[in-house]
């Protein structure tokens, strides 16, 4: 990781409540010249404009406070490490200072970070109208991942920092950051319900709470932003129009394949629920890290009229620039050929594949044939906690349905020292999949209270991509995993071989609510039961550790056929279903 010269030391921004560190063996400077120097980093709050307009659309009313305000960093970047021992403890956020040679932490006050979706009560946005009235106070959160851009010519040009901040109730460690001479947008996106707001003329009252202010050694100074609120009619912006064409045009022209979404479920991964509107100058991009399960993409960079053409218009399906919602990105290339010689598993660092537990647990009705029949429906992590990434190539023989996968091994400087054989890959004909699927990556089963096995779903074939940042504090963690985009990193039907790559960090959602991948849950007592997640089930998969395969989630099982209900007790600390 680059470090920036600091010339300022650092104790001055340092809350008494924070705990201070020194690492690498380096003697802190002397007192009094700490106490005169200045904060380092420097953090302040800008407006991009002094105005913006912001559109109230009639068939889904709502406000979405995108007002251009930025938090910048200064003399060095803003970077929290944001981790969990396990389940049964609480978030803790340290910030690291980078000084020349010297790396200086400090914990911040203990509760003030909860979650990994950014610093809570960051920002105050305080709205009147035409004659002064107050008619909105509200607190925003901050993700210092948020979108965001250059202030100077001479910062880095790309930011070292992942691109949001991860949403799975289940992640374990984060790493958010502002780059030295970056801004990041402090609109909050879907983390902030939109506000009803009439159409007419607003002033914004934009600043930083206090206790972040007094925390990180930031001037008191709001930023004021005229808002003029329009509304809008989907109508008006039907492909056709002069207006929305031309709107259509040159959104593509700047932004490239962000408008073409696909709102369908991707590869069994799930229905994306619409994004957030932003405005197409506030450069709040797509997250890449919800993509596959329940939770919603950070808004895009799009006007929430050409977002909403294209889900009226899209169909369902992996096809080129159509995503789920994540960050489009090239898949890494197979091998040129398939590999010769003698397999072996050589002595250098594995992957290491881990389970969440199960979340977005709910119960669904069948369709069509299974109409009347009950599902327990569930999204389901898979993650690498490193330190490799997991490689695995599929080679086709042609008139084969099947690939032949093979995992690959790689030293320390990245070159490649073994191979072995490791199952098949599979082509998924079906709308919504229609790529090609490594067999026996993870399995789900439910378990009856006495934790045998009751029910399994019938998904064990995967697509493989790096949708959730689970943990970007380990060993290699890659915070700009390459590929989060389906429809490059599967491969086309008419494919001769395919890379699929799980890398150091991130996991793989797959959200089973459909009949054959729920779980069948019409004839099942009630009662308590426990959804399995495993990994790796066959153990084909060379791993450092084979025995952290498996996660547990409770579920209590109540209600009549027809209408059965759910119950998901807390998972430790973890209280979401």
Sequence with gaps: ???????????????????????????????????????????????????????????????????????????????????????????????????????????????????????????????????????????????????????????????????????????????????????????????????????????????????????????????????????????????????????????????GSQGSHAAGGHSGHGAMRAPAPAAATSGAGPSYNVGHGPHTPAPPALPWSLKKAALRAAPVGDAAGQTDGSRKAPAVKPAAKRPTGTPSVPDVPKPDLRSLPAYGITISKGQGDTARKDYLAFSANVWNAGPAQLVVDGFRTPGKELMDAYQYFYDANGKQVGYTPTGTMEWDPRPGHEHWHFTDFASYRLLKADKKESVRSGKEAFCLANTDAVDYTVKNANWHPGNTDLSTACGQENSISVREVLDVGSGDTYTQDLPGQSFDISNLPNGTYYIQVLANPEKRLKETNLNNNSALRKVVLGGRAGARTVTVPAHDLVNAN
């Design 1 to 255: 990781m680059t470090r920036f010269h600091q010339a300022r030391p650092w104790r001055a921004v340092i809350a008494a409540a924070a705990a201070i560190t020194v690492t690498a063996g380096v003697v802190a400077a002397a007192p009094d010249a700490e106490t005169q120097a200045q904060p380092t980093p420097k953090l302040s709050l800008i407006a991009a404009s002094t105005a913006v307009t912001l559109d109230s659309w009639k068939e889904d009313p709502g406000v979405y406070l995108d007002l251009g305000t930025y938090v910048t960093a200064e003399n060095g970047p803003l970077e929290l490490k944001v981790t969990r021992k396990s389940y049964k403890d609480p978030v803790v956020a340290t910030q690291v200072i980078r000084e020349g040679t010297r790396t200086l932490t400090r914990t911040l006050p203990p509760g003030l970070v909860k979650d990994f979706a950014g610093l809570p009560g960051f920002a105050k946005v305080t709205i009147t109208d035409a004659s002064g009235r107050k008619v909105m106070d509200k607190l925003e959160a901050f993700c210092p991942n948020n979108a965001s851009g250059r202030v100077r010519p001479d910062a880095p040009a790309k930011s070292k920092y992942p691109e949001s901040c991860p949403i799975n109730p289940f992640t374990l460690g984060s790493v958010w950051g502002v780059e030295n001479g970056w801004a990041s947008n402090t609109y909050a996106g879907y983390y902030s319900a939109p506000v009803a707001l009439p159409a007419g003329k607003y002033t914004a009252k934009v600043s930083v709470t206090k206790r972040y202010r007094d925390l990180f050694g930031m001037e008191n100074k709001p930023r004021t932003i005229k808002v003029t609120v329009r509304e809008r009619s989907y109508d008006d912006e039907r492909p056709g129009a002069g207006s929305a064409a031309a709107m259509r045009h040159g959104a593509q022209g700047s932004h």
